[in-house]
Nanobody, 125 residues
Framework: QVQLVESGGRLVQAGGSLRVSCVASGGSFSSYTTAWFRQVPGKEREFVAAISRSGYSTYYAGSMKGRFTISRDNSKNTVYLQMNSLEPEDTAVYYC??????????????????WGQGTQLTVSS
């Protein structure tokens, strides 16, 4: 079983950049497909990006593609989300999620077995 801890969220001005991190422990990190989701209070959690176990394949929500980049360093048990050209609408709690996945398609939100506690990003206008 893996534990996930996110960090790096903070207050950023619109147009700025930020990288958040998620460190995994308690499992073989390279066995897990990982992803980032985000949630605004009162709204449903939203998929941001996912990355394969090796890091060679990535998948993005359409609205995030081009501005956000997901990456991972299996030697550090860490997955990252680099966010550029931030907008106030990006303000949310960002969650890391992981699952051992062997399907031919990307896992859906309900497939992810492990979740972190989230890190808050606030983008000011």
């Amino acid at each position: 079983q893996v534990q996930l801890v996110e960090s790096g969220g903070r207050l950023v001005q619109a147009g700025g950049s930020l990288r958040v991190s998620c460190v995994a422990s308690g499992g073989s990190f390279s066995s897990y497909t990982t992803a980032w989701f985000r949630q605004v209070p009162g709204k449903e959690r939203e998929f941001v990006a996912a990355i394969s176990r090796s890091g060679y394949s990535t998948y993005y929500a359409g609205s995030m593609k081009g501005r956000f980049t997901i990456s991972r360093d299996n030697s550090k048990n860490t997955v990252y989300l680099q966010m550029n050209s931030l907008e106030p609408e990006d303000t949310a709690v960002y969650y890391c999620a992981a699952v051992v996945w062997s399907g031919s398609s990307w896992p859906g939100e309900l497939d992810y077995a492990y979740w972190g506690q989230g890190t808050q990003l606030t983008v000011s206008s």
